[in-house]
């Protein structure tokens, strides 16, 4: 029994010992390679090199993978100092209804002297790419709401007539997180129709379970926004001279007409548009 076990160890130290004796020979072909040049350390450190300088993924590669970059999209100095009102992930789609407002050439004119006038008062504004009159609140839908969304608006203004509202007092608002101030033209006329089409608008929000509009809205088209709660400031400073401005124009009195002829929805980067009957 005791040879047995006797015998057995020492084939054990035997394989140990050639195990041993085995990589010590590739280290001293290792180390001998590598003072010869040998083609195989070469290629490891060439591939270290390559490594080392690999170059960036091009941006269409990156567009497929937009996860690996929406932290970028978050930082607001890439918006112009907008911070997002909610987080965007993939498949959730912004999404507000409006009446679109086309300006004529007076009120581009009017609209830098209102600017210059609030820059000069510590107020830098910048106008607003494009002018609307909300009728709903910034509302979020997945991909696959959006048909059955826009379905629901069609059918719900079906009966909804055109009309007229004209805006002429400037107002300041601010949104509900206090990251954007903007500059606005309240309604004066016109109240009651956008009223009715509110009240269109939220019942399809509340069939698919979304936020509705204000109880009691200031209708308004906003002309210029700027980033923080700057309400007190404007409102202390600006907003009398600025209307004054709008009051006094030289050709009297300016008012803002907003012909309502059709709706629009957007969401993400599509827009749907629902005409008022004649």
């Known amino acids: 029994m005791m040879l047995v076990g006797y015998s057995s160890s020492s084939e054990e130290e035997s394989e140990a010992a050639a195990a041993t004796d085995k990589s010590l020979s590739r280290k001293c072909q290792e180390e001998k390679d590598a003072n010869n040049g040998s083609p195989a350390r070469k290629k490891t450190k060439i591939d270290e090199q390559v490594s080392k300088a690999r170059l960036p993924l091009p941006g269409f590669l990156l567009a497929m993978f937009p996860d690996e970059v929406d932290s970028l999209t978050e930082d607001s100095?890439?918006?112009?100092?907008?911070?997002?009102?909610?987080?965007?992930?993939?498949?959730?789609?912004?999404?507000?209804?409006?009446?679109?407002?086309?300006?004529?050439?007076?009120?581009?004119?009017?609209?830098?002297?209102?600017?210059?006038?609030?820059?000069?008062?510590?107020?830098?504004?910048?106008?607003?790419?494009?002018?609307?009159?909300?009728?709903?609140?910034?509302?979020?839908?997945?991909?696959?709401?959006?048909?059955?969304?826009?379905?629901?608006l069609r059918a719900g203004l079906v009966h909804c007539k055109r009309f007229v509202c004209s805006a002429g007092r400037l107002r300041v608002y601010c949104n509900a997180e206090r990251t954007r101030t903007f500059l606005g033209m309240e309604v004066c006329t016109g109240h009651a129709q956008l009223l009715d089409l509110v009240q269109a608008v939220d019942r399809t929000m509340t069939e698919f379970h979304l936020d509705t509009f204000y109880k009691e809205p200031s209708f308004h088209v906003s002309l210029a926004w700027c980033a923080g709660d700057l309400r007190g400031q404007m409102e202390e400073e600006c907003i009398q001279g600025m209307q004054s401005?709008?009051?006094?124009?030289?050709?009297?009195?300016?008012?803002?007409?907003?012909?309502c002829v059709e709706l629009r929805c957007r969401t993400g980067n599509k827009t749907f548009r629902f005409p008022l009957k004649p």
């Open 77 to 152: 100095s890439l918006h112009g100092g907008r911070v997002r009102s909610f987080k965007h992930e993939r498949g959730n789609w912004a999404t507000y209804v409006y009446l679109p407002y086309h300006p004529e050439e007076e009120f581009r004119e009017l609209l830098k002297e209102l600017l210059s006038y609030a820059s000069a008062h510590g107020a830098v504004l910048t106008p607003q790419e494009e002018f609307h009159l909300s009728l709903s609140q910034t509302v979020v839908l997945r991909h696959h709401w959006i048909q059955p969304v826009t379905q629901s």
């Open 245 to 259: 401005l709008m009051d006094y124009h030289e050709e009297g009195p300016f008012l803002l007409r907003l012909d």
